[in-house]
Protein backbone atom coordinates (compact mmCIF):
# COMPACT_ATOMS: atom_id res chain seq x y z
CA UNK A 1 0.00 0.00 0.00
CA UNK A 2 1.28 3.22 -0.64
CA UNK A 3 0.83 6.53 1.17
CA UNK A 4 -1.13 9.78 -1.21
CA UNK A 5 1.50 11.59 -0.85
CA UNK A 6 4.50 10.02 -1.37
CA UNK A 7 5.63 6.22 -2.27
CA UNK A 8 6.45 3.99 0.89
CA UNK A 9 7.14 0.73 2.09
CA UNK A 10 5.13 -0.12 4.93
CA UNK A 11 6.48 -2.54 7.24
CA UNK A 12 3.97 -5.08 9.97
CA UNK A 13 4.83 -6.78 12.64
CA UNK A 14 3.19 -10.73 12.44
CA UNK A 15 2.90 -12.44 15.94
CA UNK A 16 1.38 -15.60 16.20
CA UNK A 17 2.72 -19.05 17.80
CA UNK A 18 1.20 -20.71 14.58
CA UNK A 19 3.81 -21.60 11.62
CA UNK A 20 0.90 -21.84 9.74
CA UNK A 21 -0.88 -18.55 10.31
CA UNK A 22 2.44 -16.52 10.17
CA UNK A 23 3.04 -18.21 6.61
CA UNK A 24 -0.34 -17.61 5.57
CA UNK A 25 -1.08 -14.07 6.55
CA UNK A 26 2.92 -13.28 6.01
CA UNK A 27 2.66 -14.51 2.00
CA UNK A 28 -0.73 -12.37 2.06
CA UNK A 29 0.47 -9.15 2.87
CA UNK A 30 4.01 -9.31 0.91
CA UNK A 31 1.91 -9.68 -2.07
CA UNK A 32 0.26 -6.54 -1.06
CA UNK A 33 3.67 -4.96 -0.95
CA UNK A 34 3.99 -4.32 2.53
CA UNK A 35 7.77 -5.29 4.74
CA UNK A 36 6.67 -8.57 6.93
CA UNK A 37 8.17 -9.44 9.71
CA UNK A 38 7.52 -11.96 12.43
CA UNK A 39 7.22 -13.04 15.87
CA UNK A 40 6.40 -16.80 17.47
CA UNK A 41 5.84 -15.67 20.57
CA UNK A 42 5.00 -12.62 23.04
CA UNK A 43 8.23 -11.78 24.41
CA UNK A 44 9.69 -12.33 21.24
CA UNK A 45 7.45 -9.34 19.87
CA UNK A 46 7.49 -7.44 22.12
CA UNK A 47 11.24 -6.85 21.86
CA UNK A 48 10.79 -6.68 18.37
CA UNK A 49 8.80 -4.00 18.21
CA UNK A 50 11.42 -2.09 21.14
CA UNK A 51 13.95 -2.88 19.06
CA UNK A 52 12.66 -1.75 15.39
CA UNK A 53 9.08 -0.34 15.46
CA UNK A 54 6.69 -1.50 12.50
CA UNK A 55 3.88 0.91 11.22
CA UNK A 56 1.45 -1.80 12.45
CA UNK A 57 1.27 -5.02 14.73
CA UNK A 58 -1.26 -8.16 13.69
CA UNK A 59 -1.42 -9.98 17.43
CA UNK A 60 -2.12 -13.32 18.18
CA UNK A 61 -4.52 -13.76 21.17
CA UNK A 62 -2.99 -16.76 22.94
CA UNK A 63 0.71 -16.84 22.58
CA UNK A 64 3.39 -18.68 24.57
CA UNK A 65 5.16 -16.85 27.51
CA UNK A 66 2.94 -13.24 27.36
CA UNK A 67 -0.33 -13.66 25.68
CA UNK A 68 -1.91 -10.85 23.24
CA UNK A 69 -3.46 -9.18 25.78
CA UNK A 70 0.12 -8.91 27.80
CA UNK A 71 1.93 -7.85 25.24
CA UNK A 72 -0.33 -5.20 23.96
CA UNK A 73 -0.57 -3.61 27.89
CA UNK A 74 3.03 -3.72 27.23
CA UNK A 75 3.22 -1.59 24.61
CA UNK A 76 1.26 1.36 25.46
CA UNK A 77 3.09 2.01 28.66
CA UNK A 78 6.39 2.38 26.19
CA UNK A 79 5.84 6.35 25.01
CA UNK A 80 7.87 5.60 22.32
CA UNK A 81 6.32 2.63 20.44
CA UNK A 82 2.30 3.11 22.31
CA UNK A 83 1.04 4.76 19.42
CA UNK A 84 1.85 1.88 16.68
CA UNK A 85 -1.72 0.32 15.94
CA UNK A 86 -2.26 -3.12 17.02
CA UNK A 87 -5.06 -5.60 15.42
CA UNK A 88 -5.61 -8.64 17.04
CA UNK A 89 -6.00 -12.15 15.61
CA UNK A 90 -8.47 -14.48 16.74
CA UNK A 91 -10.48 -17.86 15.62
CA UNK A 92 -13.69 -17.70 15.55
CA UNK A 93 -13.59 -21.15 17.50
CA UNK A 94 -11.48 -19.54 20.12
CA UNK A 95 -12.33 -17.44 23.17
CA UNK A 96 -11.73 -14.02 22.35
CA UNK A 97 -12.88 -10.99 24.76
CA UNK A 98 -13.56 -8.11 22.78
CA UNK A 99 -13.99 -5.64 26.05
CA UNK A 100 -10.55 -6.87 27.39
CA UNK A 101 -9.04 -6.52 23.66
CA UNK A 102 -10.09 -2.34 23.48
CA UNK A 103 -9.14 -2.04 26.62
CA UNK A 104 -5.76 -3.45 26.57
CA UNK A 105 -5.05 -0.54 23.33
CA UNK A 106 -6.32 -2.89 20.45
CA UNK A 107 -7.79 -0.48 17.70
CA UNK A 108 -9.68 -3.45 15.88
CA UNK A 109 -9.42 -7.71 15.27
CA UNK A 110 -9.68 -10.03 12.57
CA UNK A 111 -11.05 -13.29 12.73
CA UNK A 112 -9.35 -16.64 11.03
CA UNK A 113 -9.73 -17.72 8.29
CA UNK A 114 -8.76 -15.29 6.91
CA UNK A 115 -10.25 -12.87 3.86
CA UNK A 116 -7.98 -11.39 1.91
CA UNK A 117 -10.25 -8.23 0.89
CA UNK A 118 -11.13 -7.88 4.53
CA UNK A 119 -7.42 -8.13 5.88
CA UNK A 120 -6.25 -5.29 3.11
CA UNK A 121 -9.14 -2.67 4.11
CA UNK A 122 -8.29 -2.95 7.74
CA UNK A 123 -4.68 -2.51 7.01
CA UNK A 124 -5.46 0.12 4.82
CA UNK A 125 -7.75 1.82 7.14
CA UNK A 126 -5.60 1.63 10.22
CA UNK A 127 -2.22 2.58 8.52
CA UNK A 128 -3.78 5.98 6.59
CA UNK A 129 -5.12 6.61 10.25
CA UNK A 130 -1.83 6.60 11.75
CA UNK A 131 -0.29 8.47 9.13
CA UNK A 132 -2.40 11.40 9.57
CA UNK A 133 -2.43 10.84 13.18
CA UNK A 134 1.45 11.48 12.91
CA UNK A 135 1.09 14.16 10.18
CA UNK A 136 -1.11 16.48 12.96
CA UNK A 137 1.18 15.54 15.66
CA UNK A 138 4.22 17.17 13.33
CA UNK A 139 1.29 20.07 12.76
CA UNK A 140 0.98 20.62 16.33
CA UNK A 141 4.68 20.34 17.53
CA UNK A 142 5.39 23.04 14.80
CA UNK A 143 2.61 24.68 15.86
CA UNK A 144 3.79 24.86 19.45
CA UNK A 145 7.00 26.15 18.35
CA UNK A 146 5.15 28.91 16.12
CA UNK A 147 2.92 30.07 19.39
CA UNK A 148 6.89 29.99 21.50
CA UNK A 149 8.42 32.51 18.82
CA UNK A 150 4.99 34.61 18.94
CA UNK A 151 4.96 35.48 22.53
CA UNK A 152 8.67 35.81 21.97
CA UNK A 153 8.17 38.25 19.72
CA UNK A 154 5.70 39.98 21.34
CA UNK A 155 7.30 39.82 24.23
CA UNK A 156 10.15 41.76 22.55
CA UNK A 157 7.97 44.17 20.94
CA UNK A 158 6.84 45.14 24.25
CA UNK A 159 10.05 45.83 25.69
CA UNK A 160 11.27 47.67 22.74
CA UNK A 161 8.30 50.41 23.44
CA UNK A 162 9.51 49.97 27.11
CA UNK A 163 13.06 51.06 26.36
CA UNK A 164 13.27 54.82 25.84
CA UNK A 165 11.46 55.07 29.31
CA UNK A 166 13.67 52.37 31.14
CA UNK A 167 16.84 53.99 29.10
CA UNK A 168 16.02 57.20 31.34
CA UNK A 169 15.33 55.40 34.28
CA UNK A 170 18.65 53.63 34.28
CA UNK A 171 20.75 57.13 33.14
CA UNK A 172 18.92 58.86 36.18
CA UNK A 173 20.92 56.54 39.07
CA UNK A 174 23.81 56.55 36.82
CA UNK A 175 24.25 60.16 36.98
CA UNK A 176 23.28 60.24 40.03
CA UNK A 177 26.26 57.93 41.11
CA UNK A 178 28.82 59.73 38.81
CA UNK A 179 27.87 63.11 40.59
CA UNK A 180 28.49 61.84 43.83
CA UNK A 181 31.74 60.07 42.51
CA UNK A 182 32.72 63.60 41.88
CA UNK A 183 31.96 65.06 44.95
CA UNK A 184 33.51 62.10 47.10
CA UNK A 185 36.51 62.69 45.13
CA UNK A 186 36.73 66.47 45.44
CA UNK A 187 36.28 65.56 49.64
CA UNK A 188 39.12 62.91 49.00
CA UNK A 189 41.49 65.40 47.75
CA UNK A 190 40.69 67.81 50.08
CA UNK A 191 41.12 65.48 53.17
CA UNK A 192 44.74 64.42 51.59
CA UNK A 193 45.89 67.66 51.18
CA UNK A 194 44.73 68.32 54.88
CA UNK A 195 46.07 65.50 55.94
CA UNK A 196 49.73 66.80 54.77
CA UNK A 197 49.36 70.38 56.39
CA UNK A 198 47.24 69.72 59.26
CA UNK A 199 48.75 72.07 61.80
CA UNK A 200 45.85 70.84 64.42
CA UNK A 201 44.36 74.76 64.58
CA UNK A 202 40.64 74.90 65.01
CA UNK A 203 40.07 76.58 61.78
CA UNK A 204 41.87 73.24 60.24
CA UNK A 205 39.43 70.78 62.51
CA UNK A 206 36.62 72.90 61.69
CA UNK A 207 37.01 72.58 57.72
CA UNK A 208 38.02 68.59 58.30
CA UNK A 209 34.92 68.17 59.92
CA UNK A 210 32.77 70.29 56.81
CA UNK A 211 34.46 67.92 54.15
CA UNK A 212 33.70 64.79 56.13
CA UNK A 213 30.03 65.60 56.52
CA UNK A 214 28.67 64.68 53.13
CA UNK A 215 31.25 61.61 52.32
CA UNK A 216 28.06 59.14 54.69
CA UNK A 217 25.22 60.52 53.07
CA UNK A 218 27.23 60.59 49.43
CA UNK A 219 28.28 56.82 49.62
CA UNK A 220 24.21 56.27 50.80
CA UNK A 221 23.56 58.15 47.68
CA UNK A 222 26.32 55.58 45.34
CA UNK A 223 24.03 52.69 47.53
CA UNK A 224 20.30 53.94 45.80
CA UNK A 225 21.39 54.12 42.53
CA UNK A 226 23.32 50.96 42.18
CA UNK A 227 20.60 49.45 44.00
CA UNK A 228 18.09 51.12 41.75
CA UNK A 229 19.51 49.88 38.35
CA UNK A 230 20.42 46.24 39.82
CA UNK A 231 16.63 45.90 40.32
CA UNK A 232 15.58 47.08 36.81
CA UNK A 233 18.34 44.82 35.65
CA UNK A 234 16.99 42.16 37.40
CA UNK A 235 13.57 42.60 36.51
CA UNK A 236 14.44 42.88 32.76
CA UNK A 237 16.13 39.23 32.70
CA UNK A 238 13.32 37.69 34.36
CA UNK A 239 10.74 39.26 31.84
CA UNK A 240 13.02 39.29 28.60
CA UNK A 241 14.51 35.38 29.07
CA UNK A 242 13.01 32.49 27.16
CA UNK A 243 11.56 30.03 29.80
CA UNK A 244 12.93 26.18 29.65
CA UNK A 245 10.96 23.62 29.47
CA UNK A 246 11.21 23.04 33.37
CA UNK A 247 8.62 25.19 35.99
CA UNK A 248 10.55 27.48 38.38
CA UNK A 249 9.30 27.50 42.35
CA UNK A 250 7.92 31.65 42.18
CA UNK A 251 7.03 33.91 44.24
CA UNK A 252 3.62 35.69 42.44
CA UNK A 253 3.87 39.00 44.46
CA UNK A 254 7.78 39.18 43.21
CA UNK A 255 6.93 38.82 39.64
CA UNK A 256 4.07 41.39 39.97
CA UNK A 257 6.68 43.86 41.69
CA UNK A 258 9.02 42.51 38.71
CA UNK A 259 6.53 43.86 36.27
CA UNK A 260 5.54 47.55 38.04
CA UNK A 261 9.75 47.90 38.38
CA UNK A 262 9.68 47.80 34.73
CA UNK A 263 6.65 49.86 34.18
CA UNK A 264 7.77 53.05 36.70
CA UNK A 265 8.65 55.64 34.36
CA UNK A 266 5.28 55.03 32.75
CA UNK A 267 3.12 55.76 35.80
CA UNK A 268 5.19 57.28 38.57
CA UNK A 269 3.59 60.66 40.06
CA UNK A 270 0.61 60.17 38.03
CA UNK A 271 -0.96 56.83 39.00
CA UNK A 272 -1.25 55.50 42.75
CA UNK A 273 -0.06 51.60 43.00
CA UNK A 274 -2.42 50.33 45.61
CA UNK A 275 -1.05 46.72 46.34
CA UNK A 276 -2.86 44.33 48.81
CA UNK A 277 -0.52 41.38 49.15
CA UNK A 278 -1.64 38.50 51.12
CA UNK A 279 0.05 35.78 52.19
CA UNK A 280 0.37 33.03 49.31
CA UNK A 281 3.19 30.15 48.97
CA UNK A 282 5.15 29.70 45.56
CA UNK A 283 4.13 28.14 42.89
CA UNK A 284 5.69 26.15 40.13
CA UNK A 285 5.48 28.19 37.00
CA UNK A 286 7.18 29.50 33.73
CA UNK A 287 8.03 32.89 35.51
CA UNK A 288 8.86 35.24 32.47
CA UNK A 289 5.76 34.05 30.85
CA UNK A 290 3.42 35.15 33.80
CA UNK A 291 5.49 38.40 34.52
CA UNK A 292 4.46 39.00 30.85
CA UNK A 293 0.59 38.28 31.86
CA UNK A 294 1.25 40.71 34.74
CA UNK A 295 2.88 43.51 32.80
CA UNK A 296 0.39 43.36 29.65
CA UNK A 297 -2.68 43.59 31.71
CA UNK A 298 -0.54 46.70 34.00
CA UNK A 299 0.28 47.84 31.03
CA UNK A 300 -3.16 47.99 29.50
CA UNK A 301 -4.34 49.46 32.85
CA UNK A 302 -2.08 52.66 32.70
CA UNK A 303 -3.37 53.11 28.68
CA UNK A 304 -7.15 53.28 30.32
CA UNK A 305 -5.87 55.79 33.09
CA UNK A 306 -4.46 57.99 30.43
CA UNK A 307 -7.30 58.10 27.90
CA UNK A 308 -9.64 58.19 31.08
CA UNK A 309 -7.29 61.35 32.12
CA UNK A 310 -7.74 63.22 28.39
CA UNK A 311 -11.26 62.90 28.52
CA UNK A 312 -12.01 63.85 32.28
CA UNK A 313 -9.01 65.86 33.26
CA UNK A 314 -8.43 65.94 37.03
CA UNK A 315 -12.26 64.90 37.30
CA UNK A 316 -10.70 60.97 37.96
CA UNK A 317 -8.86 59.01 40.85
CA UNK A 318 -6.02 58.03 38.81
CA UNK A 319 -5.21 54.25 40.40
CA UNK A 320 -4.58 50.28 40.44
CA UNK A 321 -5.18 47.87 42.67
CA UNK A 322 -3.56 44.68 43.09
CA UNK A 323 -4.84 42.32 45.27
CA UNK A 324 -3.31 38.89 45.69
CA UNK A 325 -5.30 36.24 47.65
CA UNK A 326 -4.54 32.70 48.85
CA UNK A 327 -7.46 29.92 49.02
CA UNK A 328 -6.59 27.02 50.85
CA UNK A 329 -8.95 24.48 50.24
CA UNK A 330 -8.98 24.83 46.44
CA UNK A 331 -5.12 25.74 46.38
CA UNK A 332 -5.16 28.34 43.90
CA UNK A 333 -4.10 31.81 44.06
CA UNK A 334 -5.82 34.95 42.88
CA UNK A 335 -4.78 37.91 41.34
CA UNK A 336 -6.79 40.30 40.45
CA UNK A 337 -5.97 44.05 38.60
CA UNK A 338 -8.46 46.78 39.68
CA UNK A 339 -8.76 50.29 37.47
CA UNK A 340 -10.42 53.30 37.26
CA UNK A 341 -9.93 53.78 33.83
CA UNK A 342 -11.87 54.36 30.67
CA UNK A 343 -13.40 51.18 31.03
CA UNK A 344 -14.38 48.17 28.47
CA UNK A 345 -17.62 48.40 25.82
CA UNK A 346 -19.78 45.45 26.93
CA UNK A 347 -19.62 44.36 22.83
CA UNK A 348 -15.76 44.62 23.49
CA UNK A 349 -15.87 42.44 26.80
CA UNK A 350 -16.07 38.81 25.05
CA UNK A 351 -13.44 39.68 22.32
CA UNK A 352 -10.42 40.84 23.91
CA UNK A 353 -9.00 37.54 24.09
CA UNK A 354 -9.43 36.71 20.42
CA UNK A 355 -5.75 36.79 18.33
CA UNK A 356 -5.75 40.01 16.81
CA UNK A 357 -8.84 41.92 18.11
CA UNK A 358 -8.11 45.73 19.41
CA UNK A 359 -9.22 48.58 20.00
CA UNK A 360 -5.95 50.70 19.62
CA UNK A 361 -4.98 53.12 17.17
CA UNK A 362 -2.92 51.38 13.81
CA UNK A 363 0.31 50.87 15.00
CA UNK A 364 -0.68 51.36 18.73
CA UNK A 365 -1.13 47.46 19.53
CA UNK A 366 -0.87 44.40 17.69
CA UNK A 367 -4.13 42.84 19.20
CA UNK A 368 -2.11 39.97 20.20
CA UNK A 369 -1.67 40.81 23.86
CA UNK A 370 -4.51 39.29 25.84
CA UNK A 371 -4.32 36.73 23.54
CA UNK A 372 -1.11 35.43 24.42
CA UNK A 373 -2.05 35.95 27.92
CA UNK A 374 -5.05 33.94 27.90
CA UNK A 375 -2.90 31.07 26.05
CA UNK A 376 -0.43 31.85 28.72
CA UNK A 377 -2.68 31.21 31.73
CA UNK A 378 -4.26 28.16 30.56
CA UNK A 379 -1.02 26.49 29.98
CA UNK A 380 -0.58 27.14 33.42
CA UNK A 381 -3.92 25.24 33.92
CA UNK A 382 -5.47 28.82 35.07
CA UNK A 383 -8.53 30.90 34.63
CA UNK A 384 -8.60 34.74 33.15
CA UNK A 385 -11.69 37.13 32.93
CA UNK A 386 -12.55 40.73 32.85
CA UNK A 387 -14.84 42.52 34.61
CA UNK A 388 -16.23 46.37 33.37
CA UNK A 389 -19.08 48.50 33.83
CA UNK A 390 -19.07 50.00 30.08
CA UNK A 391 -16.76 52.92 28.77
CA UNK A 392 -19.26 55.84 28.56
CA UNK A 393 -18.95 56.71 32.19
CA UNK A 394 -15.86 56.80 34.63
CA UNK A 395 -15.80 53.06 35.53
CA UNK A 396 -13.67 50.28 37.25
CA UNK A 397 -12.19 47.65 34.51
CA UNK A 398 -10.94 44.51 36.64
CA UNK A 399 -9.10 41.84 35.76
CA UNK A 400 -8.78 38.40 37.87
CA UNK A 401 -6.00 35.56 36.94
CA UNK A 402 -6.55 32.33 38.75
CA UNK A 403 -3.26 29.91 39.31
CA UNK A 404 -3.41 26.47 40.75
CA UNK A 405 -0.30 26.52 43.80
CA UNK A 406 1.95 23.62 42.28
CA UNK A 407 4.94 22.88 43.87
Do not use: W
Amino acid sequence: MKSDDQTKTYSILIADDNPNNLKILGSMLEKMGYNVRVAKNGEQAFNSVKTLPPDLILLDIHMPIMDGYEVCKAIKKEKDIQDIPIIFLSALTESFNKIQAFKAGGVDYITKPFEVEEVEIRIINHIRLRERSLKLQIALDELKVKEKQLIQTEKMAALGVLTSGLAHEINNPINFISNSILALKERTDKLIDMSKTLASTDEDVENLRKTTKDVPEIFDNITTGIDHITNIVKSLRIYSRVDKDQLVLSSISELIDTSLLILYHRYKEKILIEKNYNSAPKTLCHPAKISQVFLNILSNAIDGIDEANLKYGEQIDRKIVITTSFDEKNSTITINFQDNGIGIKESVKNKIFDPFFTTKEVNKGSGLGLAICSSIIKEHNGTISVESAGSDDKSKTSFTVILPVRS
